[in-house]
């Protein structure tokens, strides 16, 4: 039975830090176009039904709802999604005031957002002439008394500067912002507008805009204002990523797909990436994947393209297949933990889900040759191997990274040791954290290990843990840092995969580094830290790969 974990506040008290944490390992973020919803705000969904509600489900334009659909019916079962636009417009609700308006804009763009506000004076004195109360309402359909969300604000004043004023109330709702100057008098009370009806209320105008197709721009979005892309940094943590086509007839370009590679890297999780469209045969994948001007061990990539139904067509359409393969993946990790899913069942396609072309057993030995995995449809058959892939071919340097167990393996790993040691940023270094870093994750380490995670006969062959001294230097502690290095044997005992890990004031970081898996065994690991590792990391002087998981550049 695992440790319970204590609070933070304890941990930096004195007590034991709280155990490290086995995170989920499929959550998938998905980026794209939707009908309605929140922009640019990472936002968890656990079912389709879910998305359908907040994000208005399957629309013809967008290739989004299509794949968050595949996700689902195909095993998974948490999602991030994250909504972006091109030129999309929110509705306005204008409120009569005198001679002139109130006006407010939606904060959601598009043509499915239904708004409507009542002003009343309930409650408020007779000389206060510059207040009342706003009522705004977000409707499931136009004209209907179907309320989603709802927002009271009580005593608002149109008197710029004042303590209630409608800039500083608006600036903190969710449904509304101000649209334009404050008029000089109040809003007018709403009259119902039906017979026996006691609230009134106006209804937002008809302006709303769905937007343009989305563009490579779209997606990839600013760093500095959080969209697009870089939404998801800061938000939840996810493990998959997949950005869908931006139309089902154009793919997303190479620039989106090196940005959220380095997204993902500062994540620990892997990107799905989707076929080009004009892989539409054998010899086609195999021509474009050994001349792709893209490879990384934080992508993975599923062949053939999918057919299925599509609900809103009527008839069988073809779909890149990104949703698909998070939802089986996702369904594999239901099966077998993440380290045993080289030999766990493999699964397959549901009905009606099928690939566009049948292959071989040759023909899908030849593909993951260059990197590319092949979708099933029925079970493999007895004795036949299938092994995922990350988007490497058999000539990359890192081999041990081209099978995708193992990068899931070792991007977990990374991924629970960093939220796991954060505390460290509250305490600082110094001899007791280290002792107290080395217990924590040694133990969670050895908790892995009787479960069969790695390789070796003997935790010393298994893993090891090093804070010390020897990472940290007076400067460090000085500075409030603290630096640990962890190693796994996810193949043979002895050979370890090493991973660093930085905490420090603004922000924490952790990337892979490399030993001579050759010169060193389980006895040799302390001699090879002390001479190669620890040369390597103070000529790098700390420098980190990619993005640092804080946000900002490495």
């Known amino acids: 039975m695992q440790p319970q974990p204590v609070p933070a506040a304890e941990a930096d008290q004195g007590s034991a830090p709280a155990a490290i944490e086995r995170l989920p390992t499929a959550v998938t973020a998905f980026i794209g176009r939707a009908l309605k919803g929140p922009l640019n705000t990472p936002t968890p969904v656990g079912s389709f039904a879910e998305f359908q509600r907040l994000f208005g489900g399957l629309w013809q334009p967008s290739t989004l709802g299509y794949a968050i659909e595949q996700y689902f019916e195909h095993g998974g079962r948490e999602a991030l999604i994250v909504r972006v636009v091109n030129g999309a417009r929110a509705p306005s609700l204008r409120l009569p005031a005198g001679r002139g308006q109130l006006l407010l804009r939606g904060r959601q763009p598009g043509t499915r957002e239904y708004l ?5 004076y309930d409650g408020i004195a007779d000389e206060a002439t510059d207040q009342f109360n706003l009522v705004v309402q977000r409707l499931q359909q136009p004209g209907s008394e179907l309320v989603e969300a709802q927002e009271i604000m009580r005593g608002v004043s149109i008197t710029p500067g004042s303590e209630r004023s409608v800039e500083r109330l608006l600036a903190r709702s969710r449904l509304v912002r101000l649209g334009g100057p404050l008029p000089l008098e109040r809003p007018a009370r709403t009259l119902p507008s039906r017979p026996g009806a006691v609230v009134g209320y106006v209804a937002a105008a008809n302006d709303g805009a769905d937007g343009a197709d989305l563009t490579d721009y779209d997606l990839i979005g600013d760093a500095t204002r959080g969209t697009g892309l870089f939404a998801l940094r800061g938000g939840p943590r996810f493990s998959l990523l997949c950005v869908p086509p931006l139309s089902r007839s154009q793919d997303i370009g190479l620039t989106t797909l090196h940005v959220a590679t380095q997204l993902c890297r500062a994540q620990q999780a892997l990107l799905i990436v989707d076929p080009p469209s004009s892989w539409d045969s054998v010899a086609a994948a195999l021509a474009g994947a050994s001349h792709w001007a893209f490879q990384s061990e934080q992508a993975l990539l599923y062949f053939p393209r999918l057919l299925a139904p599509d609900r809103l067509r009527g008839r069988n359409e073809l779909f890149a297949g990104c949703g698909a393969a998070a939802g089986l993946i996702a369904r594999g990790d239901e099966i077998s933990p993440l380290w045993a899913a080289a ?6 396609l549901r009905a009606p889900y099928r690939p566009q072309i049948v292959l071989d057993e040759v023909q899908r030995a030849r593909l993951a040759q260059v990197g590319v995995n092949c979708f099933d449809h029925v079970r493999p058959a007895a004795g036949a191997v299938r092994s995922a892939r990350t988007l490497l071919s058999e000539n ?3 081999g041990e990274w081209r099978y995708l167990p193992a990068r899931r393996l070792a991007l977990w790993l990374q991924a629970c040791v960093l939220e796991g040691t954060r505390w460290t940023r509250l305490r600082g270094g110094g001899p007791a954290t280290w ?11 050895e908790s892995l290990a009787e479960s069969g995670a790695f390789a070796g006969r003997d935790d010393s062959e298994r893993f090891y843990v090093i804070c010390d001294e020897r990472l940290n230097g007076a400067a460090d502690v000085a500075q409030g840092r603290c630096s640990l290095l962890f190693g796994f044997a996810a193949w043979r005992g002895g050979e370890f995969q090493s991973c ?4 420090e004031p603004g922000g924490s970081s952790v990337r892979a580094v490399t030993i001579n898996r050759l010169a060193t065994s389980g006895a040799k690991v302390s001699e090879e830290i002390e001479t190669a590792i620890l040369r390597q990391l103070a000529s790098e002087s700390g420098a980190a790969e990619g993005f640092a998981s804080h946000g900002a550049p490495a």
Request: net charge neutral; proline share 3%.
């Open 116 to 120: 409507r506000a009542s002003v009343d």
């Open 343 to 348: 030999a766990g069942e493999t699964p397959v």
């Open 396 to 398: 990359a340097a890192r």
């Open 435 to 445: 002792r107290a870093v080395c217990e924590q994750v040694g133990s969670f380490l």
């Open 500 to 503: 660093l890990v930085t905490h």
